[in-house]
């Protein structure tokens, strides 16, 4: 299944251009907002919050298991985790997800004291 989506390009450009892309429209600041909200506590794993954000959608675009969204990430060299791994994940990402990052506002603005 994984293959036919990274095989299949949209419009000429390949899974990984289209990422690039997708990337371009997200505001600035952020990957620094996975830090603010708690989405990322430290780098051992997952190396980045760009990771982070790839699994992230993998998991709920694709509405995958947990075991599954965890093999792909390990195929594909984003990080090797386990299924309860990603859960971990994905309950520290709403704050992260749903924040104001998003609308490009100031992520430290909305924090609770």
């Not at 429209?25 to 982070?52: H, K, M, N, Y």
């Amino acid at each position: 299944m994984m293959d036919d989506l990274q095989n299949a390009p949209e419009k000429g450009l390949s899974f990984h251009e289209q990422w690039a892309v997708l990337l371009h429209f997200l505001p600035q600041g952020w990957q620094d907002a996975a830090w603010t909200c708690g989405a990322i506590a430290r780098l051992r794993v997952i190396q980045s919050a760009e990771a982070l954000l790839r699994i992230i959608f993998a998991y709920a675009w694709n509405d995958w298991s947990l075991r599954t969204t965890a093999a792909w990430a390990s195929r594909i060299g984003l990080a090797d985790l386990s299924d309860v791994a990603v859960l971990k994940r994905l309950r520290h990402a709403p704050a992260w997800l749903g924040h104001s990052w998003i609308n490009g506002s100031d992520p430290k603005a909305s924090a609770p004291p």
